[in-house]
């Protein structure tokens, strides 16, 4: 059974947290265009073992944001903070995407509350600052108003999806939900290409950590995740074979069944 819960963030935005299962607390937070639903999945195969809470994070649909606002993955980490608070004990926290670029922040940010850290490739610019042309082009389809424009834009030239997979997300019940999403989604991939270029500062989290990629995921991905390899104090890497992005959905019993082998250590 799955409990919808209102927290209410430090600016005063009512934020989605979705409740279901018992046992140690594990906070999800979802990618980019993406909400909630991203988890439904993988839960079956978590909330036996753990309290899974799904935080809708802000602009996409979920949870309150002002139009427009700008992105800031500190601000998110201040509503994951914001959570964590709440709890009894310390939480686990995953995070898919620029939703692991959010979990990262947030266990510098509250380092006591986090157990450990389960980091699906977080978009971490990486060796150059990633080019920004085709953001500049969704950025223009937004604001005429092409919201699937923006949204195709950046799944075929910003993360790199191969053709077929972009077909197969716009077939998917969800696409209509994503392109409304096309906006945030947007602003916080400009948020994404403005963060420092590497990872050294993350140095200072303190908890175990997982690293999850897939076997074929896009080079930008790979590149990200040998580099937290590189700087984190306590961490792992597990490759997800046969996988890309997108386990969550093409693969969850292996991704779940990994997060597990992890989880039930720390």
Known sequence: MTVALRLIAGDGSALLVEDSGSGTPLVLLHGGLNSTRSFDRILPILTPRYRCLALGRRGYGQSGAAPGAAHSFDREAQDV??????????AHLFGHSSGAIAAATAALAAPARVRSL?????????????????????????????????????????????PPLVDRLRADPTWRERVAAAPAWIRESRSVLSLPVGVARLSAISAPTLLL??????????????????????????VLAGQGHTALVSAPDLLGETMLAFLDRH
Do not use: K, M
Not at 223 to 234: E, K, M, Q, R, S
């Open 118 to 162: 389960v980091l699906y490739e977080p978009p971490f610019p990486i060796g150059s600052p990633h080019p920004d042309q085709w953001l500049i082009a969704a950025e223009a389809a937004v604001a005429r108003g092409d919201n699937e424009e923006a949204a195709l834009i950046g799944l075929r030239d910003g993360v790199g999806f191969p």
């Open 81 to 90: 903070a914001t959570l964590l608070a709440t709890l009894d004990q310390p």
């Open 213 to 238: 990629t897939g076997s074929h995921t896009e080079p930008h991905h790979t590149a990200a995740i040998d580099a937290l390899h590189g700087v984190l104090p306590d961490n792992e890497v597990a």
